[in-house]
């Protein structure tokens, strides 16, 4: 009976996850694919729930954390669809915030801010860049398939043959074998994908799919040292199944502005 029991609760999570990531990557498609307005609303919402996640990831009490948000959205817009040279904005908001802190802790209020600014805000205006130049919204798009194929047989592979943890004192979970499996069947999709698309070359399938995971994978394993220290499980509990917008898009934000400056270079 117990037993039985415990089946039902993994089936019930597992049913969890599924449809609430298949949501989530219909969202996805749909921001990405549909207009560049579209792509910026998905990209403010990653820069303020994922500054909100990264506040309660540091212990930030303080309501100072919610004027940060305020200030990258705002500097987003600036920084993107204005005037570039605002990007300096961004320099002197750990100063500003500090004044807006009870603590007036400047040392923590600037790792902070600096953190947001460089993993969060920064990244997506260069996806934001990548959508509006020739690359075009279909280059985007590949880049969070590529982490999703990688991510998806990185676990099956690990659950199956994996022996010997990536790094386990950060990630447990992640193996050596599984990272090799995410590896080996994300490019060999990708290579198979840019013999059949028009506007993909072998060079550039190749590049996008070495950066994407090897970056993505840094990306994941980052995260997850910001969540063994502050003790959590996860970032938040957004997304149903799957946390919150930090342990989603972690790698993407990792991974997605050296495929652009990749792309650049070609």
């Given at each position: 009976?117990g037993?039985?029991?415990?089946l039902c609760?993994?089936m019930k999570e597992?049913?969890?996850?599924?449809?609430s990531?298949a949501v989530?990557?219909?969202?996805?498609?749909?921001?990405?694919?549909?207009?560049?307005?579209s792509?910026?609303a998905l990209?403010?919402?990653i820069?303020?729930?994922?500054?909100?996640?990264?506040?309660r990831?540091?212990?930030?009490?303080?309501?100072?954390?919610?004027?940060?948000v305020?200030i990258?959205?705002l500097g987003y817009?600036?920084?993107?669809?204005?005037?570039?040279?605002?990007?300096w904005?961004?320099?002197?908001?750990?100063?500003?915030?500090?004044?807006?802190?009870k603590?007036y802790?400047?040392?923590?209020?600037?790792?902070?801010?600096?953190?947001s600014?460089?993993?969060l805000?920064?990244?997506?205006?260069m996806?934001?860049?990548?959508?509006q130049?020739?690359?075009?919204?279909?280059k985007v798009?590949?880049?969070f398939?590529?982490?999703?194929?990688?991510?998806?047989?990185?676990y099956?592979?690990?659950?199956l043959?994996?022996?010997?943890?990536?790094?386990?004192?950060?990630?447990?979970?992640?193996?050596?074998?599984?990272?090799?499996?995410g590896?080996?069947?994300?490019?060999a999709?990708?290579i198979v994908?840019?013999h059949?698309a028009?506007?993909l070359?072998?060079t550039e399938?190749?590049?996008?799919?070495?950066?994407?995971v090897?970056?993505g994978?840094?990306?994941?394993?980052?995260?997850?040292m910001?969540?063994?220290?502050?003790?959590?499980?996860?970032?938040g509990?957004?997304?149903?199944?799957?946390?919150?917008?930090?342990?989603?898009?972690?790698?993407?934000?990792?991974?997605?502005?050296?495929?652009f400056?990749?792309?650049?270079?070609?």
């Open positions: 009976m037993g039985f029991f415990y609760i993994i597992l049913l969890t996850r599924t449809l990531g989530l990557v219909a969202v996805i498609i749909v921001c990405v694919l549909f207009s560049f307005w792509l910026t990209a403010l919402f820069v303020a729930v994922g500054t909100y996640e990264m506040g990831l540091q212990h930030v009490d303080d309501k100072w954390h919610l004027v940060l305020e990258i959205v817009f600036l920084a993107k669809l204005f005037l570039p040279g605002v990007h904005f961004f320099v002197m908001a750990p100063f500003v915030l500090a004044l807006f802190s603590t802790d400047f040392k923590t209020i600037a790792a902070f801010a600096f953190g600014i460089v993993f805000c920064l990244p997506c205006i996806m934001a860049q990548m959508h130049t020739a690359f075009g919204p279909e798009l590949l880049v398939v590529l982490l999703w194929t990688n991510d998806t047989f990185a099956l592979i690990g659950k043959l994996g022996k010997h943890k990536l790094i386990e004192r950060i990630s447990p979970g992640k193996t050596i074998e599984g990272s090799i499996g590896l080996l069947f994300t490019m999709g990708v994908f840019s059949y028009s506007w070359s072998l399938a190749v590049g996008m799919g070495l950066i994407a090897v970056f994978t840094l990306g994941d394993l980052c995260e997850s910001l969540k063994r220290q502050a003790g959590v499980k996860d970032s509990k957004l997304i149903p199944g799957h946390g919150g917008v930090l342990d989603r898009f972690d790698s993407v934000l990792f991974a997605m502005p050296f495929v400056v990749f792309l650049l270079l070609l």
